[in-house]
């Protein structure tokens, strides 16, 4: 077991189901209390029930703004404090951006990328007083490359690792770990539960979904990356792999921006206003 999860705790949105209920499985292996989170509370107790550790089910709406603040005390008193905050709650996208509703936009990137800032910015404190823990942000291959017919659900990823990579660089001298994954194809529900042009779920899979990647796969290569320190963990095989490889941060890119905030670029920049 790795020390960064024995007798630890890690909090999970979007756990009911895919990448998020294997990494519940993953994580809880490895020795960590798992926190499950999403609105389903019939299934996200089905995934406890599959956990070795101690498990709360706390169901919420992420974009119920008011229930994730009482989620957050919630979580952060369980057990003493949460160690590890995986973002992973989202849905996708199936649709020609000429006959999107502009509806879609509003609310995948409402889901995907303010909803997961939202639940970040509540526990920052937190982390921030202890001075230790991990921030991981589930993005797609999609949030680091152009996707046809997803053009809302790229929007929304490419700014949560955007919103990533620049909170990475605040944290620098924290102690607080910042973690992007970037999935390929993983054979869960994304297709099947993605939005079509009018906002209705897609209620249908692909092939290229259907043959990604197992889940317990995923939760495996995301555990290790975080274990050993991966700012960035591409999640993918073949082509999508190749994508994601191609548009990989430099590790010396974040060095030089961590090496700004080291240098009192914040503390400058303030002090000009």
């Not at 995986?86 to 996208?93: K, L, M, R, T």
């Not at 973690?179 to 209705?200: E, F, K, M, Q």
């Not at 991966?230 to 190749?242: C, P």
């Amino acid at each position: 077991m790795s020390d960064v999860y024995a007798d630890k705790v890690g909090w999970i949105t979007g756990a009911s189901s895919g990448i998020g209920a294997a990494l519940a499985r993953a994580l809880s292996g490895e020795g960590m209390h798992v926190i499950l989170s999403g609105r389903d509370e019939a299934r996200l107790a089905e995934v406890a029930q599959d956990c070795e550790t101690e498990t709360l089910v706390l169901p919420f709406d992420v974009r119920d703004e008011d229930a994730m603040h009482a989620a957050t005390a919630k979580a952060i008193g369980w057990r003493g404090g949460v160690d590890l905050f995986v973002a992973n709650a989202g849905i996708s996208q199936r649709s020609r951006a000429t006959q999107t509703a502009m509806q879609v936009y509003r609310d995948i990137i409402d889901i995907d990328l303010t909803a997961q800032i939202a639940a970040t910015q509540a526990l920052l404190p937190h982390f921030a007083d202890r001075g230790s823990g991990h921030l991981v942000f589930v993005s797609s291959v999609a949030g680091k490359i152009g996707i046809p017919l997803r053009t809302a659900y790229c929007a929304a990823k490419h700014g949560l690792v955007g919103y990533a990579d620049a909170l990475r660089a605040e944290l620098s001298q924290t102690g607080v770990a910042v973690h992007v994954i970037c999935p390929g194809s993983v054979a869960t529900n994304v297709s099947r539960n993605a939005l079509s042009a009018d906002g209705s779920a897609r209620g249908r899979s692909d092939s290229v979904i259907d043959n990604g990647m197992p889940p317990e796969e995923a939760a495996r290569r995301i555990v290790e990356g975080v274990a050993s320190g991966k700012r960035e963990i591409i999640v993918a095989r073949g082509g999508e792999d190749s994508w994601g490889e191609q548009r990989r941060t430099p590790d010396a890119l974040f060095d030089q921006v961590a090496a700004m905030v080291a240098n009192g670029y914040m503390d400058k920049i303030e002090g000009e206003g």
